[in-house]
């Protein structure tokens, strides 16, 4: 009897977090930079900028990992 490769259903749960976590940066980063140059005129919105630009590289990390996580759990061994 041979056994059948099937979806590790945990780990395939965290990978979908994390790109639901991708999903809201995505949409907070960029908007946080179009606030934060539409007027670009108080030392807050440098600030804001600065985290704006860092949500969006949160963005990218996180849909690279959920993509890896969910890969792994359709098909890593044991």
Known sequence: MTKTKRT???????????????LICMFTGPSLIYISQTKLTAPIDTIMLVIAIAICCLAVYLGFRGIHTIMDSMFKKG
């Open 8 to 22: 590790h259903k945990e780990t395939l749960v965290k990978g979908l977090k994390q790109m639901g976590g991708s």
